[in-house]
């Protein structure tokens, strides 16, 4: 077998998921509230199918045979976040000692199974009752979070290497301030400035306390989904409503956590509009003495705009969408059942951008991957035969190689997910994982992708 494309030495080859999307067990082990566990309460019908996170895949009870599955096809790292309302119920005070020995037990069951684990503190779940604060919109709740992060790496850090303060922090802003997709369901611009400024400072005081322990070998850093902007035309009002939409959904975060600063653009476009958040005294330096040591990248679909066809209506809400309008490329390739564009290339412009504009930061591709619906169609003798997920990882990984053989500084690949897991409001309409879960048996398959991503693991490459 000839490999086309090899990747470096060492490369991070796994999956990601998240503690509310897979642990189950939302009402055992003394675990409190978040905002899914009592969204799901309140307003069942928003989820797909009225399917909540109570169980999803239930790794609190089957870690030790998931782990085991994992090593089974390849993984030497997986991504996992920790639950804040299951280490701290209640986000504030007594640790919950049932949650330490769960997250003990499943960080030793992966070092034990040569898996490296990067823990991610902060996957878009908010206990409920810092949530009845404000959540990000409080400084109350920033220093509850830089708390909860000191006992993380208090309780953890001897065997963590690799910390992420936040996963894809713009999404609980566009979801809960913005655009309506989670709860706290607030549409206000102001608003949803505070609560992302407050994120940055969050982090960057987690990273400011982390830094005090003096860790050998350890890294910590953010995981952002960076969507790559593109422009219909180079026409100049095209071009610059792509850089504004750059500026509002990318460099909003990915600038103060690489290079320590907010874009002097953005910031005069929230000062001309009126909705600059408030900035407490010393924040700055302390986002500018705090920046990252590691980048995880998400990355699924690009975002094509073009200028504004009609004047936004005065009578409405501040958006960023008052700079751009969507734009559907011809002829593009589809995952119908996402409604997403597949653009592989996408990869390599975020990773040349990084190179050129972010000091060539050390990084690595946290999530990628396809989600399916009624996956079932798709089985063959007992097996998921996703000929296109493979297709799909090829496709991406081919350039991401393109992008390591230019000089990049990419370090690994992690599939979204490592077996199918429960998805915000989606539940389990698609599919992502390497291995299907039946939800009535919780059964683990690992689908064909599995069994190929093993051989890709030990020939290094393709």
Known sequence: MIIQYKFPEDFWWGSATSATQIEGAAHEGGKGKNIWDYWYEIEPNRFFENVGPA????????????????????HNSFRLSI???????????????EAVTFYNNVINELLANDIEPFVTL???????????????????????????AIQCFQLFGDRVKKWFTFNEPIVPVEGGYLYDFHYPNIVDFKKAAQVAYHTILAHAKAIEAFRTFNFADSKIGIVLNLTPTYPRSQNPFDVKAANICDLFFNRSFLDPAVLGEYPKELVEILREHGQLPVVGKGDLELIKQNTVDILGVNYYQPRRVKAKEYLPNPYSPFMPDWFFDYYEMPGRKMNPYRGWEIYEKGIYDIMINLKENYG??????????????????????????DDYRIEFIKGHLKWLHKSIQEGCNVKGYHLWTFMDNWSWSNAYKNRYGFISVDLKTQKRTPKKSAYWFKTVVENNGF
């Not at 030790?64 to 994992?70: E, G, H, R, S, T």
């Not at 990000?136 to 709740?141: L, P, T």
Request: proline fraction near 2%.
């Open 360 to 385: 060539n930061i050390e990084c690595f591709i946290s999530e990628n991957g396809m989600g399916v619906q009624d996956e079932e169609r798709f089985l063959k003798d007992g097996r998921i035969e």
């Open 83 to 97: 639950s804040w309302s299951r280490l701290i119920p209640g986000g504030r005070g007594e640790i919950n000692q």
């Open 122 to 148: 902060y996957h878009f779940d908010m206990p409920l009752e810092l949530q009845n604060e404000g959540g990000w919109e409080s400084r109350n709740v920033v220093e509850a979070y830089k708390e909860y």
């Open 55 to 74: 169980t999803t895949s239930d790794f609190y009870h089957r870690f030790k045979d998931d782990i085991k599955l994992m090593k089974e096809i390849g």
